[in-house]
C-alpha cells in the first residue's frame, strides 16, 4: 500500500511538473498573474465603494463573485452596484471579460488550427495511439495496400492505422480521400530514426509492418538495408511489438532473425516461384490468387479451442470439419511474438535437472522458429500450445 502511494505521488509530482513548463514554455505565468492582479483590484475596489450603502456586498467574497460573473460575463443581477464608483468598476470589469473572452477564443482557436496542420503535415505526435498498427514506408499502390489490410483485419479502423514515410502530405490526402481510410494517422519522416517512430507512439503499437519502400531512389540493397534498420531499431525500443517486413533480397534474412523478426515476406521471390509454376501450366498462379485473395480468401490460419492442445490432429480436422465445414491442413506452430515463443521456451527447458537433457532442449530453443507452418502433419499429431489452425474455408 505504501509502495502504491509513492508511486501516486510520483505521478501527481510529475504532472505537475509537466504544467508547470508548459506554463513557462508558453509565458502563461504573466498572463494568469495579469488576470488575478485586475480581479483582485477589482474586487477590492468595488467592495470599497459598495459596502456601506449596498447590502449585496457585504464581505469579500460577495465582491468576488460578482467580479467573476461580470468578468465572464454572465451577469446574473443578483448584485448590482449601486454607487458611481462601484459603477465605474463594473465598466472595467466588464471591457475587461470580454477582452479576455476574446483572447481566449483566439488562443483556442490558435491551438486548434496549428494542430490540424501539424496533423496534416505529419508533424504530430500520435500520443493517444494505442494497440496500432504501424506502416512504415511507402507503396505505389498504397491505397489498395491499406484497404486490403482494413479488409483482412475487421477489428482495425483506419484511425488505428498510423503511416510513417516522408512521402509529401498531398499523397497522403489523397488516401483520405478514401471514406473508409480518411481517418488514417500520418507521421512524416524517415523511418529508420528513433524520434520519428516516437512520434508514431512505437511502443504503444501491436503490430508493425515495414515494406519495401518505393518512394525513396535507392537500390534494392539499399532499401533493405534501411529496412533491417528499422526492425533492429524497433526491436532494441520493444522487442514485444509483433514485426512483419517485406524484403526484396531474401539474403538479409537472416539478420532480420537473429533480431527476431516475427514475420518476413520474399516478395521478389515469391514472384519467382509464381513464374516458374507458370511456364509449367500447373495452374498453381490461379490457386495461390485464389486462396489468397483478400475479397474471397479460403486459405487462413485461425485459432482454436484451447482444449485441442495436446489433442490429435485428426480430432482437431474433425472439430473444423463439423463446426465450420473448414478443411484442416496443417499447423502453424510457435505463433505470436517469437521473442516471447523463445523466452517461455527457454524458462522450460531450464527446468530439467539432468544435464545431458538441458543442452539439448537450450539447443532446441536456438533453433525455435516462429510461425513455422506443418503440413499434414498426421492423425497422430498433437496439438502444441501457441499453435493456429491453417484451414481451407468452404
Known sequence: MRAEGGERKVQWRNRID?????????RAYTVLAAVFLVLTLSSVGVLVFEQRTNQGFRNLGDAIWWTLVTAATVGYGDKVPLTAGGRLVGILVMLFGVALLGIITGRIASWLVEWKIKEGSGLATQKKAKKHFVVCGWKNEMVSVLEDILKVNPDLTGEDIVVVSMVEPGEVENIRSRPELHNIRFVRGDYVDENV?????????????????SSIQASAQEVDSRTVMTVLTIKT?????????????????????IVHCDEIIRSREYNRILLANSTAASGIAHIVHDLLDVDGGRLVAKNFPARFVGDTFANLSEHFMEVEKGILIGMLENTGNIFQRKREALRDAQKTPDISRLVANLQGVKELRGNLPVFNPGPDYRVKSHSRAILIQS
Open 197 to 213: 517512430l516516437l512520434r508514431a507512439n512505437i511502443k504503444q503499437a501491436a503490430k508493425v509492418l515495414v515494406l519495401a519502400d
Open 237 to 257: 525500443m520493444s522487442k514485444d511489438i509483433y514485426t512483419c517486413v517485406e524484403l526484396i533480397d531474401s539474403k538479409f534474412k537472416r539478420y532480420l532473425e
Open 18 to 26: 509537466v504544467i508547470l513548463r508548459w506554463l513557462a514554455r508558453n
